[in-house]
């Protein structure tokens, strides 16, 4: 075990006067500024959650933030606060470097996905196949065998971690690995539950170099960071401009600084070092559509993948996709990751139907990145793709369309009832509990409308049509089903 000699942090009220004069401070140069900064709505709320972050960093004396917001391929807004070194007075930028931690994750499960798009890997193929030497003490003799997909959606059951690196600061090597995983003991079967664990990226980092033939991190810089332009990421690297990290506060009110820790054979889980600027390229690139090639990383198909769940944690409270953690949140889906590594926490939180992704950056253990990610988002974000929404296409009302309300049945027996509701036809289902939350028909043009539904069941998106003759609506099409029309529904006496 390597043991650290902390330098003290500057404490007291002096230390809480540098805090308040940085988060009075105005941007510094390197801050970034898009076309859509200067709506006047996202520039209230660049003023809002700026002065709710001065006031984060002074009362619970954090060290310092870099923010970014991305709306599409825009850097809409990236701004640092407080500091990126304290002792040295240098102050954070948007191009101050921060240890990304876990954020890896999902540059080593897009190198997955690029090696599956060229034929070179499947999902389903075990590990072993791979990594020959891949041995473990299974849960269960029974088990199957591990396969990428369980690596990359945290389903294989492995432990969290390979050793007691987090507290040592001594990270394993590639070699080491080898000889220390074998007495490993998986507490799960495969897919029994969700389990995050930073040995399994470990291992899929090792897929990525058997199969390429490069290591981990020549092979980001070649088919991630120079396609996508990301000049100032590395993969554990002591570079110029990395913010000094330090812990969480002690109950004196002092910090302690980390010295650099290399992740070495670990890396692949959470070596990436990177920028707000840098992140926000990384982001841009999961709304691109198209075959992977220049700035497209990976396929449509491959990122569609990728953000949906895969992997369910047993409270459904939240998913897993390839890479990407998954949330619900007040009715929306967010994709993203955490990192924590020594001395730094970060996030990053995209929502994929409005384009628009938010990171938080920051240089000490206690910083709640999440929080602050999410403040960003309902303040900034929220206010960005507001300005940024289109406006559907909508096919005007057309009063006509009332003669399409009435009772239907299918040749079985079933009954679907079209109501008129202003300017709006549903459809219910007479006998079922469903009238406070009908189906939409959705007019396309030509007295056609599309069926829209909550959830994925019944003929959800396909189109709804009715068939006239002699002047008088006879009959339903909804999808391939066929409904007619039901002139007296009075029971006869």
Aim: aromatic content about 8%; proline content about 5%.
């Amino acid at each position: 075990m390597r043991h650290i000699h902390p330098r003290p942090m500057r404490a007291g009220l002096a230390m809480l006067a540098l805090f308040v004069t940085a988060a009075a401070l105005p941007a510094q140069d390197g801050s970034a500024n898009g076309s859509l900064a200067s709506e006047p709505e996202v520039a209230g709320q660049i003023r809002l959650f700026s002065a709710w972050l001065e006031g984060q960093i002074a009362y619970r004396e954090l060290p310092g933030v870099v923010v970014g917001v991305v709306s599409g391929d825009e850097l809409v807004w990236a701004k640092g606060f407080g500091y990126a070194d304290v002792d040295a007075g240098r102050r954070m930028t948007s191009e101050t470097k921060f240890r990304m931690a876990s954020h890896s994750k999902l540059f080593t499960a897009t190198a997955i996905m690029q090696l599956r798009e060229q034929g070179k890997l499947r999902l389903d193929d075990p590990v072993s196949d791979y990594l020959p030497w891949f041995e473990f003490r299974a849960a269960e003799p029974d088990d199957p065998p591990i396969t990428v997909e369980h690596l990359l959606t945290h389903s294989s059951g492995l432990p969290r971690e390979a050793d007691d690196h987090w507290t040592s600061h001594e990270f394993p090597t590639e070699d080491e690995l080898r000889e220390l995983l074998p007495d490993r003991k998986a507490p799960f079967s495969p897919e029994v539950r969700w389990k995050y664990s930073n040995l399994a990226y470990t291992i899929a980092g090792m897929v990525i170099e058997a199969v390429s033939g490069q290591s981990w991190a020549d092979y980001l810089q070649a088919n991630i960071f120079d396609p996508l332009g990301m000049t100032s990421s590395s993969v554990d690297l002591d570079v110029d401009g990395l913010a000094t990290g330090y812990t969480s506060r002690q109950l004196d009110g002092t910090r302690d600084v980390f010295p650099f820790v290399d992740a070495r054979g670990m890396a692949a889980a959470t070596g990436l070092t990177s920028t707000v600027e840098d992140m926000a390229e990384f982001v841009s690139a999961q709304f691109r559509q198209g075959a992977r090639g220049e700035d497209r990383i990976l396929g449509t198909a491959s990122l569609r993948e990728m953000h949906r769940i895969r992997m369910l944690e047993s409270t459904w409270t939240r998913g897993q996709g390839i890479g990407f953690a998954i949330e619900r949140t007040d009715g929306k889906i967010f994709i993203g990751h955490g990192g924590g590594y020594p001395g730094y926490t970060t996030r990053t939180t995209i929502q994929l139907d409005e384009k628009v992704g938010v990171i938080a950056l920051t240089n000490t253990n206690d910083s709640n990145s999440g929080q602050i990610a999410r403040q960003l988002y309902t303040t900034v974000g929220e206010a960005v793709a507001k300005a940024t929404a289109s406006e559907p296409d909508t096919v005007a009302w057309d009063p006509s369309w009332e003669r399409f309300a009435g009772t239907y049945r299918s040749f079985g027996g079933g009954r679907q009832q079209v109501v008129l509701l202003n300017e709006q036809l549903v459809i219910i289902s007479p006998n079922a509990s469903n009238v406070d939350n009908p189906l939409e028909l959705d007019p396309v043009g030509d007295g056609t409308f599309r069926y829209t539904a909550p959830t994925g069941g019944g003929p959800v998106g396909e189109l709804v049509r009715f068939v006239e003759e002699n002047g008088e609506v006879v009959r339903m099409w909804v999808g391939d089903y066929e409904y007619d029309r039901v002139r007296d529904v009075r029971p006869r006496p």
